[in-house]
């Protein structure tokens, strides 16, 4: 992001990210019980933040790691064997009610749901020095909270991390279970870029 405030820090409406993203989740259910995954340097800015916007949200407090297999790990642990959990990117601010619920009630019949979105555009794999065209129609980008009942995934995450555990879907995926998709929001983007900041801006201005 180019800046000394992590991006979860910065500002979407006049808000920290991650207040705004808090409050999509209690919007969508309000009794849900929030576990913050949060990197030690940065507890006393989170409190300071909570205090300067009143920020009352109820939530507890875990331990990020050094990679995010890690931190979801740790986040685990405070999570009871028999629920659905949901896990979710604090820099998605934009994901949709519709989406959180869908993804949470699939979970609870199925054992696990993750948003998911078609591609819009051409792709074209590349392998060594040569590349070719793929029928975009069999991929998907796959977005957060994906959804778990709380034992098969706490289960899953026993395992040894691995470079291909991209998301928390492919780490229970690894030990035999089948992923549901289910339908994701387009608005639902991951603040990586300054460019991602300014779009998010003018999506939310418009977005219930």
């Excluded at 409190?47 to 297999?69: D, H, I, M, W």
């Excluded at 608005?187 to 201005?205: G, H, M, R, W, Y």
Aim: net charge neutral; charged share 20%; with cysteine.
């Amino acid at each position: 992001m180019n800046s000394n405030v992590p991006k979860q820090f910065m500002k979407l409406q006049g808000e920290p990210v991650l207040m705004c993203t808090i409050k999509r989740f209690t919007g969508a259910i309000p009794d849900i019980n929030i576990v913050l995954v949060l990197s030690v340097a940065y507890n006393e800015l989170w409190k300071e933040l909570c205090n300067n916007y009143s920020f009352t949200v109820p939530y507890q407090l875990a331990a990020g790691g050094e990679t995010r297999f890690q931190s979801v790990k740790n986040g685990l642990q405070y999570i009871p064997d028999n629920c659905v959990v949901g896990i979710h990117d604090a820099a998605r601010p934009l994901v949709s009610k519709q989406t959180i619920l869908t993804a949470f009630e699939t979970a609870q019949l199925k054992g696990n749901a993750s948003p998911a979105i078609p591609l819009n555009e051409s792709v074209r794999k590349v392998e060594d020095s040569s590349n070719k065209a793929v029928d975009r129609n069999h991929y998907y980008a796959m977005q957060t909270p994906q959804c778990f009942q709380s034992a098969l995934i706490k289960k899953a995450f026993l395992q040894e991390y691995r470079p291909e555990f991209t998301d928390d879907a492919s780490v229970l995926e690894a030990t035999g279970e089948k992923i549901n998709l289910v339908e994701g929001n387009r608005e639902n983007i991951k603040i990586t870029t300054p460019q991602d900041l300014l779009i998010a801006n003018a999506l939310a201005s418009s977005f219930n």
